[in-house]
Each structure stands twice: as C-alpha cells, then as structure tokens.
C-alpha cells in the first residue's frame, strides 16, 4: 500500500566477511545498492533513475535486506538481488504498490425516479449511484445484505468509476457498496433506503402540488372573464391558452 515501508529480504541472517551483496532494480537493472562486507561498505545510490529512491532506502547492516520507507506507486516493479562470496546466489522480487482506497459516495439520482403500477400493486423505485474517484486496479461492486448483485472492475490508471442501482424507495433490506484491490477494501453502507429516495416522492408531490394550483388560476380566470361578460352585457369570444411546464 502507498505510504507503506516494505522490506525485501537476503537469504542469510547474517553476513560473512566476504559477502558483496548488489540490488539492481527495474528492466534496466539500475544499481541502487552495494554492499562490501569486508570493507564495511554499504552504498545506496537513490539518485537513480529520476531520484525516485532519493531518502527512501535502507539497509540492513547485518542481513543485507533492503527497506524502500513510504513507498509509491512508482517504486512499483522488480528488484534482483546478487550475492558473492563463497556462495554466488541471486534472488528476485516482484513489487507492487496500490494506492490507499477512499470510502465510496452513494447519491441518489432524483432525475430517475419512476413508479410501477397493477392491480394488486404499487411501487416507486429510486436510482441509486455508488461512485469514486481516481482509482485504479479495484471492483466496485453493490451488496443486498451478503448477497452481490452487481460489480465493475477496472484497471486503467486514475480514472472515476460508477455503479448504477434501481431499488424501491420503500425497501426495507440493508445495502452496501464495496471497493476493493488485491490487498485492501472499504465499505459504504445504505440501512434505510428512504434516507435517499425521499426525493423521488417529494419530487411527484410537488409536481401535483404545482399543477392543481395552476387548475385553480386558471378556473378563477375563467369565472372572472364569465362575470365580466355578464356585467357589461356584451358578448364576446374569448380564447385562454394555458401553459402548464
């Protein structure tokens, strides 16, 4: 995980006095450690490549092992370690890093509500959207309890990521959503679905709240328009349009 110390190990737990010990690291096999046992040497060369090692490395005096501190991302890769002296040995590690994960944000999608109707019953059902933001290598996926019912992996680099998920806005069951990579997860648990649906009745409620107030000025108007004719005793035609958005 970033941030993390990671130690790569040597297979002796002690040096002899004629052990040279080299780590190498990526496809290049750039040099970053040298140790001289019998000369007591021990040099890290952390400006190379990019200085991306710079103040990072640490070596163990008695083993040999190698420690990269708060390591990135970009200290991802293979490192190869050759030992000689009276016995010539070599080892290799394939290191990979991944970023801490953030806890994922569910919202709700007002725009999206929508209703189901028969003859024995009704419901409304409400969008729900489990998203996070510059992830890579993770699973995003949607829990009814323990049960999975839906999931997205990805592995491009730093990109955002949505899951999409109808419920009905009166459920009762608990759900979650869940990202995970190779070594790490995190949860963002939903117990009530009504905490975020509410909006999609509020938002029919409202909408039937507007239009019968838009009945009632428009049938005024047409008492009032009714009146007047019978006031003046004229007649008349008289055209209403009614824009009802």
Same mark, same amino acid.
């Given at each position: 995980?970033?941030?993390?110390?990671?130690?790569?190990?040597?297979?002796?737990?002690?040096?002899?006095?004629?052990?040279?010990?080299?780590?190498k690291y990526g496809a290049e096999k750039s040099l970053i450690v040298k140790i001289s046992n019998e000369k007591q040497i021990f040099s890290t060369y952390d400006d190379v490549p990019d200085e991306r090692f710079r103040d990072r490395l640490k070596v163990d005096h008695q083993t040999g092992?190698?420690?990269?501190?708060?390591?990135?991302?970009?200290?991802?890769?293979?490192?190869?370690?050759?030992?000689?002296?009276?016995?010539?040995?070599?080892?290799?590690?394939?290191?990979?890093?991944?970023?801490?994960?953030? $806890?994922? *944000?569910?919202?709700?999608?007002? %725009?999206?509500?929508?209703?189901? /109707? &028969?003859? !024995? @019953?009704? +419901?409304?059902?409400?969008?729900?959207?489990?998203?996070? $933001?510059? *992830?890579?290598?993770?699973?995003? %996926?949607?829990?009814?309890?323990? /049960? &999975?019912? !839906? @999931?997205? +992996?990805?592995?491009?680099?730093?990109?955002?990521?949505?899951?999409?998920?109808?419920?009905?806005?009166?459920?009762?069951?608990?759900?979650?959503?869940?990202?995970?990579?190779?070594?790490?997860?995190?949860?963002?648990?939903?117990?009530?679905?009504?905490?975020?649906?509410?909006?999609?009745?509020?938002?029919?409620?409202?909408?039937?709240?507007?239009?019968?107030?838009?009945?009632?000025?428009?049938?005024?108007?047409?008492?009032?328009?009714?009146?007047?004719?019978?006031?003046?005793?004229?007649?008349?035609?008289?055209?209403?349009?009614?824009?009802?958005?």
């Amino acid at each position: 995980m970033e941030g993390d110390s990671v130690t790569l190990k040597t297979n002796v737990t002690e040096l002899h006095g004629d052990d040279d010990i080299t780590w190498k690291y990526g496809a290049e096999k750039s040099l970053i450690v040298k140790i001289s046992n019998e000369k007591q040497i021990f040099s890290t060369y952390d400006d190379v490549p990019d200085e991306r090692f710079r103040d990072r490395l640490k070596v163990d005096h008695q083993t040999g092992s190698l420690t990269i501190t708060n390591i990135t991302t970009q200290h991802a890769g293979v490192y190869e370690q050759q030992r000689r002296g009276a016995r010539l040995s070599s080892k290799t590690f394939s290191v990979s890093v991944y970023p801490r994960l953030s $806890v994922p *944000v569910i919202t709700s999608n007002s %725009s999206q509500c929508s209703s189901s /109707s &028969s003859s !024995s @019953s009704s +419901s409304s059902y409400c969008s729900l959207v489990c998203s996070v $933001v510059n *992830v890579s290598h993770v699973t995003l %996926s949607w829990y009814k309890g323990n /049960s &999975s019912l !839906s @999931s997205i +992996s990805v592995s491009d680099l730093s990109i955002s990521l949505s899951l999409p998920l109808e419920v009905e806005s009166q459920d009762k069951n608990s759900y979650s959503c869940v990202i995970n990579n190779p070594i790490s997860n995190q949860t963002q648990h939903l117990d009530i679905i009504s905490q975020l649906c509410h909006t999609c009745a509020g938002l029919i409620s409202a909408a039937v709240a507007a239009a019968g107030s838009l009945l009632i000025i428009a049938g005024f108007g047409i008492f009032c328009i009714c009146w007047k004719c019978r006031k003046t005793g004229q007649e008349g035609k008289y055209n209403l349009l009614i824009f009802i958005n």
